[in-house]
């Protein structure tokens, strides 16, 4: 699978420094293709809407934070409908693809797709690809209707099931050609974008007017560009309940720590606003902040100090948190599962045993440990309101795109409005909490803990982290803008 080379960018330049880091479009190798009026013209639901089309030149900044006299920085095209549309109705043969991990609104998104295109566009052809991207060539595929999905974002998880890997793109073309198939709609994280750029490659090179569109699935948060993915408001919430239940055996017993495994491979989203907005965290242990355990300014010393104070603590930990510090006792650390992603060691099974030694030796302290791990019950729900609403505006936004023929895309919120992102941009790195920001200084703060970061280490934390221009190109900035993002749709 490959990443869009760069000399397929198609940038867009104008004054003071403006850049559009445009998506593709079908007439970009395809030339001469008609155009119909927008349905939508007639929608009686729609019609009313005053300036409801999107006009061509507008854009999105990717930065919100810049110097006055600073260039204005990079754009994106913002989603929305369009006056033209590239298919008619009766034309459409639309499928939708699920791949990768469980994640709150999955079935909403699903749901949302089929009714947009069927009661907006009057499309009423739309296959169902089960089972993940092997589902192209090897398993069955459901007609979906409005009334099929009616009720399916009450549930969890997805109507059209999921795997991961087996991602053949020739396979996967072949069988888009064969069925005849205009419209792709593929949902999933990072991984699944890479594939969706690799289809999108070979349906160009085989000049075929099919539209590829992406919608970014992530539970962690860790897609890179966008404010937040779907599925993480959820997460965060129903992460409460673990926590809170922590809080409860905790404060229940003499010297009683709980210890709460949250969602977070790579980065420690999920755990870091689930610490912020419980308040009832005494330490959060994040990928991207390293820490120890024996010695001055451990963990350890750090829960003697709590538990004499308080009498009880509680420790959320994200999974993918202190890999390191397991890789000198654990095997098989180099094993990765059908999408790549590395098969992690139960790190919180592993800090709870070290704080039981610990206390049962050394220290010689009784505590009550009780560890908790909610994560496949947090994924395993459906999206809540937030999600849900935000599942609505992406599912709509990609259908518009996609009748716009607009292609290669995945639509996603930046800086509080819905837009269209090249996928070489979606696949270029992954978001991650950066610890030298103003967010994860409040979490310290709530929490009192210490940062384990010597001042020496805080500095090269920092040069590798810092942008060179911190408000402009302000990464800095990102987590900040996410917490507040939703509060500007």
Known sequence: MGLVSNSQMKLVTGDAGYVLEDVPHLTDYIPDLPTYPNPLRSNPAYSVVKQYFVHVDDT???KVVVHKNGPRGTHFRRAGPRQKVYFESDEVHACIVTCGGLCPGLNTVIR???CSLYYMYGVNKVLGIEGGYRGFYSKNTIPLTPKVVNDIHKRGGTFLQTSRGGHDTLKIVDSIQDRGINQVYII???GTQKGAAAIYEEVRRRG????????PKTIDNDIPVIDRSFGFDTAVEEAQRAINAAHVEAESAENGVGVVKLMGRYCGFIAMYATLANRDVDCCLIPESPFYLEGKGGLLEF?????????????VIAEGAGQDLLSESLQS?????ASGNKQLQDVGLWISQRIKDHFAKPCKMDVTLKYIDPTYMIRAIPGNASDNVFCTLLAQSAVHGAMAGYTGFTDGLVNGRQTYIPFYRINERQNKVVITDRMWARLLSSTNQPSFLGPTDGIEVKNEEEPKTQLLDGENCEAETQSNSHFHQ
């Open 303 to 315: 829960m003697e100090k709590r538990l004499k104070e308080n009498g009880h603590m509680v420790i």
């Open 188 to 190: 999933g994280g990072d």
């Open 112 to 114: 949302e797709i089929v």
């Open 333 to 337: 650390l180099d094993q990765k599962d």
């Open 60 to 62: 999105v900044p990717q």
């Open 208 to 215: 075929l007017k099919v539209v590829v569109a992406g919608i």
